[in-house]
């Protein structure tokens, strides 16, 4: 496709239950980040990929938040025992390479995520 | 830690009217910063960024901005909106050495027809 995608668009979890949310980047990008934002808030960072490697998960916000991207291409992200406070867009964004000076960082739709 | 500030929450204009929305930067170092834009029901998507150089960025609609170094400021303006800019527009920074953008809050722009 022409830009990233995620899957699904929406999706509401009873609190305890796990969820995984799917991110297709930009066919080629290395680059691959995760943000979560809250309702009213801006993005915040959670993890970054460089190809496969996890490079930077220091946002990951509890060791229920698990991120993968095992070929270097789709990634998933994986909340376990959901929480209520875990309600937001969670956003994924690619880039060709790391260095933002020449790389702009696209975003796909977002996925709603809501914790009953 | 880092922080970025956006002063409006949400802005109502009428067309042809002029915008500025503010955005300030708690950092000392050397950073690049971002406008992003995210129209109704459509993804986050660069407006523009600066790196260096001319203060004054010219980006994409006729939106522009200014880098004030000594007022750690990257505020946004468009001399004329229309109806199509109602949009929410968030400011963003990433330090020299990094690659994760940090945003702020945003505001929402609505432009009355």
């Known amino acids: 496709g022409a830009g990233v995608s995620q899957s699904p668009r929406y999706k509401v979890a009873k609190r305890g239950q796990d969820v995984a949310l799917r991110c297709d980047p930009i066919?080629?990008?290395?680059?691959l980040f995760w943000y979560q934002q809250a309702l009213g808030q801006g993005p915040e960072f959670l993890t970054y990929f460089q190809n496969e490697a996890q490079l930077d998960k220091s946002g990951l916000p509890s060791d229920r938040f698990f991120a993968e991207r095992p070929e270097g291409s789709v990634s998933t992200l994986k909340i376990q025992r959901t929480q209520q406070e875990d309600s937001a867009v969670y956003l994924c964004?690619?880039?060709?390479?790391?260095?933002?000076?020449?790389?702009?960082?696209?975003f796909g739709p977002g996925t709603r995520l809501t914790v009953l | 830690a880092q922080s970025v500030s956006q002063h409006n929450h949400h802005v109502i204009l009428s067309e042809a009217a002029s915008l500025e929305l503010g955005c300030n930067y708690s950092?000392?170092?050397?950073?690049?910063l971002f406008w992003y834009v995210q129209y109704p029901g459509q993804h986050l998507q660069l407006l523009l960024k600066y790196f260096s150089g001319d203060p004054l960025v010219k980006g994409i609609k006729g939106f522009e901005a200014e880098f004030i170094k000594s007022k750690f400021s990257f505020n946004l303006r468009k001399p004329s909106v229309q109806w199509s800019d109602t949009a929410e527009y968030f400011c963003?920074?990433?330090?020299?050495?990094?690659?994760?953008?940090?945003f702020g809050a945003g505001t929402t722009v609505t432009v009355r027809a």
């Open positions: 066919s080629g990008h290395v680059s």
């Open positions: 963003a920074v990433i330090l020299s050495n990094d690659y994760k953008l940090s």
């Open positions: 964004a690619s880039s060709l390479e790391l260095n933002p000076l020449y790389n702009e960082q696209f």
């Open positions: 950092y000392g170092g050397t950073v690049n």
